[in-house]
């Protein structure tokens, strides 16, 4: 299938539903208000700054491309924390844009959810893909930050449960098998206090078994393949200062449609957290191949609230 008959027949394919426009802004208008309560909280959680890491552009608590081993929010074992944010991802063809929030249940227990629109505008005119995340994590066992006499680092079971709401419009006309699946992954962290260079360093490897097409954006399984792979994550960050970090990210991902390829994702960033209360993480991300657009790379944008 060539790109001139993709978009022909997803764009006639789109016209016969307009679903989608509404929910995203009330999504989107409750993720902004939830930022806005959040950082103005005066009974912030007392885990130390950004031991909840950023928001995961699928909801958990991490970096901006994999979860980690960290639970949302800034609540101890004996509180309860949360986290919203809003995130965009702008390559040259696409935009993906994610609003959501997650709550930790005493530092051990996880629950996140996202709700994702990706413009198709640079392709199709006035058309998007919308994707539900709903997510959770527990913490099994170690500490990211304490027991640094400890070689294991602190690990956590979860799982995203994806829908792709628009999967006849776009993702079932490129051989995608399914709507909606679900990822499960092990995530391992560990914060290195007295690191390189005098450095506070964190450390992330994550393993994903998952069927999902570029996240689930263009849906679940395909003709090449249609079970869960095994793909590695992992992220690598430094404390500049107490409020600056710098990283880089890394993301496996499975190949399972003969229509088009799908890369790997990397991306480097910065995270910057002016208040305990409020991070901004900006970075550069390269995506590959997405649909019949090659070299896909841009600009990525997050901010979250946390308490």
Not at 38 to 61: D, F, K, M, P, Y
Not at 226 to 231: E, I, S, Y
Request: neutral net charge.
């Amino acid at each position: 299938m060539n790109s001139a008959e993709w978009a022909v027949r997803v764009s006639n394919s789109m016209r016969r539903s307009g679903k989608g426009r509404t929910q995203w802004r009330f999504i989107v208008g409750l993720s902004v208000l939830g930022l806005l309560l959040i950082a103005s909280a005066s009974h912030a959680g007392n885990r130390l700054l950004a031991t909840g890491g950023v928001a995961q552009v699928e909801g958990s608590a991490g970096g901006g491309l994999t979860p980690w081993a960290l639970i949302a929010g800034l609540g101890t074992d004996r509180q309860t924390g949360a986290s919203a944010f809003c995130t965009t991802v702008s390559p040259q063809a696409f935009e993906l844009r994610s609003c959501g929030a997650a709550v930790g249940l005493r530092d051990r227990v996880e629950l996140s959810f996202a709700r994702q629109r990706f413009d198709l505008d640079q392709v199709i005119p006035d058309t998007a893909i919308y994707q539900t995340v709903v997510g959770g994590k527990v913490k099994l066992l170690g500490d990211a930050v304490f027991d640094q006499d400890r070689w294991y680092p602190q690990m956590a079971a979860g799982f995203q449960y994806k829908k792709n709401s628009s999967f006849d419009f776009v993702p079932a006309l490129l051989g995608a098998r399914d709507d909606s699946d679900v990822d499960y992954y092990l995530a391992a962290t560990k914060v290195y206090l007295a690191g390189p260079f005098s450095r506070t360093w964190l450390v992330n490897a994550t393993l994903r078994a998952t069927r999902a097409n570029q996240m689930g954006i263009l849906g679940f399984g395909g003709d090449r393949n249609d079970r869960r792979k095994l793909v590695a994550e992992g992220s690598l960050a430094a404390f500049l200062s107490d409020a600056l970090v710098l990283g880089a990210e890394y993301r496996q991902k499975p190949d399972n449609l003969s229509s088009f390829h799908e890369d790997d994702y990397w991306d480097l960033f910065s995270a910057w957290f002016p208040t305990k209360n409020v991070s901004l993480t900006a970075a550069y991300a390269d995506l590959g191949q997405i649909a019949m657009k090659t070299d896909q790379h841009g600009w990525y944008l997050s901010l979250q609230g946390s308490f």
